[in-house]
């Protein structure tokens, strides 16, 4: 099974604007491996306590609010840096394990591990002589 078949994000800007705050499509990197797949978000500047995840109806999707980049004590005086609110959504096959799915975020990096149902893995069949 190639990844191609396993997971379709969809094709949008990388920047939406909605309620006020702009929304962004985080870069992601997908792999296959025999046992599943993986998937790495970048998510700058999002906390893991704000990070939300949700799997539904084939539908992972991924949502994080950005922390505000100001430095206490000083005053902006002038900001190009734009926060906002990362959002992204993969459809999943059927061949993936969705009650094993496992998630951690490290220095702005989001994995989200997706194991293969037992019966998509690849097995060895023996041969008898």
């Known amino acids: 099974m190639s990844t191609n078949e396993t997971i379709a994000a969809p094709a949008t800007s990388r920047a939406e604007q909605t309620e006020?705050?702009?929304?962004?499509?985080?870069a992601a990197d997908i792999y296959e491996?025999?046992?599943?797949?993986?998937?790495?978000?970048?998510?700058?500047?999002?906390a893991e306590q704000?990070?939300?995840?949700?799997?539904?109806?084939?539908?992972?999707?991924?949502?994080?609010?950005q922390?505000?980049?100001g430095?206490?004590?000083?005053?902006?005086?002038?900001?190009?840096?734009?926060?906002?609110?990362?959002?992204r959504s993969f459809g999943l096959s059927r061949d993936l394990?969705?009650?094993?799915?496992?998630?951690?975020?490290?220095?702005?990096?989001?994995?989200?591990q997706l194991p293969k149902a037992r019966e998509a893995?690849?097995?060895r069949i023996p041969v008898e002589a």
């Open 20 to 26: 006020g705050r702009p929304v962004f499509v985080p």
């Open 121 to 123: 893995q690849p097995r």
């Open 67 to 69: 922390m505000g980049q």
């Open 50 to 65: 704000d990070l939300e995840i949700t799997l539904e109806n084939k539908q992972l999707t991924v949502t994080g609010p």
């Open 97 to 112: 394990d969705e009650s094993a799915v496992t998630a951690r975020l490290k220095d702005g990096v989001l994995e989200i």
């Open 33 to 46: 491996t025999p046992a599943g797949i993986l998937i790495r978000c970048d998510m700058p500047g999002v």
């Open 71 to 87: 430095r206490e004590g000083f005053e902006t005086l002038a900001g190009e840096y734009l926060t906002g609110v990362y959002q």
